[in-house]
T-cell receptor, first 112, second 112 residues
Framework: GQQVMQIPQYQHVQEGEDFTTYCNSSTTLSNIQWYKQRPGGHPVFLIQLVKSGEVKKQKRLTFQFGEAKKNSSLHITATQTTDVGTYFC????????????FGKGTKLSVIP | EAGVTQSPTHLIKTRGQQATLRCSPISGHTSVYWYQQALGLGLQFLLWYDEGEERNRGNFPPRFSGRQFPNYSSELNVNALELEDSALYLCASSLQQGNIQYFGAGTRLSVL
């Protein structure tokens, strides 16, 4: 079955440093989504990428979808304490299936 | 617009008992997904319901079961509870033709 690997599992950064998490799928994806879960909270949808090579930005967050549609990345510039949480990628293989396969997430800690 | 609601917020059971968790999707959403999130771990897919039918289930034993009602709300039942079933159980809903998932706040199940 489809597998989605995400690295690193944990990342500790000083406030103001950049952060990147990477996501790799064992199969070609129809689209990929990113979610953020704050400590004690539930996952919240951030963005969806559909096109090969697509790049989307949300303020300090930059999301990329690989040319082969098998990998993706989330980059945060100049982290802030409000960025703390676990970031999950989730892939959809398409073919009429709307089920997402989630990566195990990257837990980001920001040291003030 | 009301989001995904789950009840109860917390549930304490003893080993061998049965637990029933409930989820009401966002109005207009017909797909409901259940996930298990053990402490500090990622999202493990449990079940997917759409239009009252079970569409897929994850790698969990048969004592994890559920159903979706005509109003698209859903129930997750866990029989013969084991200590390792202690986790946060998250429900998410999506539109039938879309796959962005909106999560509820979860039910924290503790098995003693």
């Amino acid at each position: 079955g489809q597998q989605v690997m995400q690295i690193p599992q944990y990342q500790h950064v000083q406030e103001g440093e950049d952060f990147t998490t990477y996501c790799n799928s064992s199969t070609t994806l129809s689209n990929i989504q990113w979610y953020k879960q704050r400590p004690g909270g539930h996952p919240v949808f951030l963005i969806q990428l559909v096109k090969s090579g697509e790049v989307k930005k949300q303020k300090r967050l930059t999301f990329q979808f690989g040319e082969a549609k098998k990998n993706s990345s989330l980059h945060i510039t100049a982290t802030q304490t409000t960025d703390v949480g676990t970031y999950f990628c989730a892939g959809n293989s398409g073919a009429g299936s709307y089920q997402l396969t989630f990566g195990k997430g990257t837990k980001l800690s920001v040291i003030p | 617009e009301a989001g995904v609601t789950q009840s109860p917020t917390h549930l304490i059971k003893t080993r061998g008992q049965q637990a029933t968790l409930r989820c009401s999707p966002i109005s207009g959403h017909t797909s409901v997904y259940w996930y298990q999130q053990a402490l500090g771990l990622g999202l493990q897919f449990l079940l997917w319901y759409d239009e009252g039918e079970e569409r897929n289930r994850g790698n969990f034993p048969p004592r994890f079961s559920g159903r979706q009602f005509p109003n698209y709300s859903s129930e997750l039942n866990v029989n013969a509870l084991e200590l390792e079933d202690s986790a946060l159980y998250l429900c998410a809903s999506s539109l039938q033709q879309g796959n962005i998932q909106y999560f509820g706040a979860g039910t924290r199940l503790s098995v003693l």
